[in-house]
């Protein structure tokens, strides 16, 4: 028998340490059923668009003085895209047959101690472009008048800076990586990698938990990109 959110009827809730056949973070159950499936379906949308896929999991928080709006995801996924999109470009230039990349993503609100919201995010990346999350510069490293830094952590503080419209440093304090945070999935050598799929998803499955969300302040709080299967 279904069970329903109490702060929304509509959301159907799933319970236990395993879903569809996949495992879950069980301390954080329940689980809202409807953002498992979006989160499933992007990820096997992305292996058959890309076969080896880089997943990457932060964390954005907000400005003490800022008002929130969902709005500003929008403002990031469009910087980050857009910074992919230049380093496509520049690597063509010394290689043609470098590794193009879409974005694929997954977000969630939720809101702390202090009633105060914050963002986790997943980005799907094409593994042979983009492999790994790269090392993080060192705060006391970074000149906010000329950062170059050109790795994905660097890109993901500046799209956060751009989508917040503030510096750099500020941006590098409300960008949190957790350990271990970067995964890949996919085909490797012709052969689907079940064990490393149900490893990330377990540790994804996190977005989906029904606690700490607010509903009903007619505020968005889970989206996905739109990431679609190509077909010729």
Partial sequence: MNTYHLSNRNLVLCEGKQWNGLPL?????????????????IFKNAIIMMQRVCVIRFDL??????????????????SLKAQLEANYQQRLRTNPKAHHSKLGYIWTREYGINNKPHYHLVILLNADAYGTLGTIPLLDTINPQQFNGDNMACRIMKAWASALQVNIIDAY???????????????????????????????VSYLAKANTKEFGNHQRNFGTSQLMIERN
């Fill in 61 to 78: 928080h907000l400005p003490d003085s800022y008002i929130d709006n969902s709005s500003v995801i929008s403002r990031f996924t469009a």
């Fill in 25 to 41: 973070q069980e301390k954080y159950s329940p689980f809202i059923l409807s953002y498992l499936e979006s989160m499933l379906s």
């Fill in 173 to 203: 304090r409300l960008v949190h990586f957790p350990e271990k945070c970067s995964y890949r999935i996919g085909i490797f050598q012709g052969v689907l990698d079940i064990a490393g799929f149900e490893n990330m998803f377990h540790r």
